[in-house]
Structure formats: C-alpha cells, structure tokens
C-alpha cells in the first residue's frame, strides 16, 4: 500500500512539474501535441486504469488483473511520455543551438566593433604622428639648430590650417627674420670694412695712404726688431708734376698718378708695403731689404717709370721719378728717422737732375765733402 501511494504522489508531482515548465516556458506545437498525448494516455486512461485496480483491491482485495495484465495494459499507455522527452530535448538543443549561434553573433559583433575601434584608434594615432608628432619633432630640431645660428634645418610641411601650422609658420618667420638679421649684419660689416678700406686707402691710386701706411710700417719695423732682419725705405717723387698738371690739366695729372700707382704696385714683393704719402710722393717699405737691394728694386722702378708712357687725350706723355733709398743699417728701425733720411735723398735726386736713385749714405758724404 505505502509503495502504491508513493508511485501515485511521484506521478502527480511529475505531472505537476511538467505542467510547470509549460507554463514557464512557450512551448511550440510538437511539444503541445506531445503533451496532449501524456494527458490523454498516461495522466488519463493510464492513470485511471490504476485507480480502478486500486479501489478495486482496496474494496474487497480482488484486483481483477494479474500483473502481466496490467502491465499489458498500462505500459502502452507510456509510450507518449519518451515521445514527450524527445520533443522536450529537440526543444531543448533548438533553443541551445538558437543562444550559441546568438552568442557567436554578439561575439562577432563585439570583435567586429572592437577591431573597428582599434582601426579608428590607429587611424588616429597615425594621423597624430604625422600631423603633430613628426611635424614637432621637426619643428623642435629647427629651433634648436636656430638657436646654434644653422638656418639649414628644414621645416615640415604643414598638412592643414591647424596650432601645429601657425607654429610651423612662426618657426619659419624667426627663420626668415634671423637670415635678415645675419644679412644686414653682413652688410653692415661690409660696410664697416668698405668704409675702413676707404679710410685707409687712397682713392685715386688704390694704393694705402699715409695713416694706413704709417700703422702697417711701425708693425713691420716691430717684426724687424724681433726677428732682426734689414728693412729699406724708397721715397718717391714725380718728376715736375706741377708742369703737367699746367699743361694738360689736372686729368691728366690724375692718370699719371694712377699710371706710377701700377708701376709701384707690379714691383712688389709679398710683405712689402706701398702708399701714395701725398701729392705726388709714394714710398715703399721694403722687409728683408739692404741697402743695395733697395738701390736695385728703385732702379728698376725708375726705369719701368720712365719707359712706360702715359697715355693722356692729346698724346703719350713721358713721366719721370726722383728716388731716395735708406736701409735700416744706417737709420736703425726708427720709422721717422728712416723716413727722413729717405726724403732726403730723393731731394738730392732732385737736385742731382731729377729721374736718378740717390741712396741715403751718399747722401750723408755728399753733405759731409
């Protein structure tokens, strides 16, 4: 009896739960059909052939059916629950495969949207780089090597109309600025130096003038000093200038300068220095120079002098010079005492006849005899 009970309580609560989860859950029509076959066969004439053979044997002990009987004719009645599990467990795999394939799809969707958000991200990295980062980078380079005074760094490019291209352009205004800065800086030293030359240089000529001459001789003579070797002063003078000016103008007496100036300036050696000292007086400074050397290096410049005529509007014109020569060995290295012994040979030239050499120690015994 006590067995008997707990089969029928264990199929009403079978049939409670299955009732349960066709209520919980929408089930389609394979498992409504298979449900209604439960119902009708096992939960209906099944389960009221048990009941009959129950109240009958509890009423006067007599089932009526053996037990090959019964199971006869109630285990048939069984079969649509195994039909009913199928259903459950095709609904069950559907329903299973349904949320995979949904799961892949999000999946899916997810990793799509992922590598689309790392290509955005990429795309925007690169766009950084090249429109910030490298330009920057660049940009940095320039003014550094600015601030070295290089204006050769190049600049980037700049791909928009951003920041990063105003900065671009002040980089390239502090560039321009600077290279007008170095320009005028260069002109400006040009200047100087040209003005310089001009101070120092005598316009006619191109030869140096007194001052410049005077400050490059007193180094010369300090050299000497030092290093001890000769030096010879050549003082000249053109002959009868005055008349030439008279007779053919002072143009002319300006290309007879400038013509004895290329005469002067041919015979020189490296070291040596030349200077119109004024009117028409030139000398020249002579390093590593004795007394018959620059008696030598005077005649030669009294004879390319003297046969180079000057070519004026009305004609050639023959040009002569007075030289005076004196050496270091007999004035020493004092500038004013060589320039004086100089002059005063040139005037004994003069006096002498004019276009000849006189030398500062014939000079000196001249006066004395």
Known sequence: RRAIDETRGGIERLRALLELRLQLHQASDPVVDAWG??????FGAAYALAEDVMARGERD?????????????YVPDMEPLPALRDVLL?????????EHARAVTTLLWVLAGATGLLLVLGGALVMIQ?????????????????????????????????????????????QVQTQQRRDLERERDQLIEQLRLQSETDCLTGLPNRRAFLA?????????????????????DIDRFKQLNDNH??????????????????????????????????????????????????????????????????????????????DSALAGLDLDALLSAADAAMYRAKQAGRDRVMVAAQCAQSAAA
């Open 130 to 174: 090249r429109r910030v980062l490298q330009p920057l980078v660049k940009t940095t380079s320039a003014l550094r090597a600015l601030a070295r005074d290089d204006l050769s760094a190049p600049l980037p490019v700049p791909l928009g109309d951003d920041e990063m291209a105003e900065v671009i352009g002040a980089v390239r205004s502090l």
């Open 249 to 326: 103008g002072h143009a002319a007496g300006d290309t007879a300068l400038r013509a004895v100036a290329d005469g002067v300036r041919a015979m020189l050696r490296e070291g040596d220095l030349a200077a119109r000292f004024g009117g028409e007086e030139f000398v020249v400074l002579l390093g590593y120079c004795d007394s018959s050397h620059g008696v030598l290096f005077a005649e030669r410049l009294r004879a390319a002098i003297a046969g180079a005529a000057v070519l004026l509007p009305a004609g050639p014109v023959q040009v002569t010079a007075s030289l005076g020569v004196a």
């Open 37 to 42: 076959a439960v119902t009708m066969r096992y």
């Open 216 to 236: 490059a001789a007193q180094c010369m003579l300090a050299a000497a000093s030092r290093h001890g070797f000769a030096v010879a002063v050549v003082m000249m």
């Open 90 to 98: 095709a609904q069950a795999r559907h329903k299973a495969s349904a």
């Open 61 to 73: 002990g007599i089932y009526g059916l053996t037990a090959a009987q019964f199971a006869a004719l």
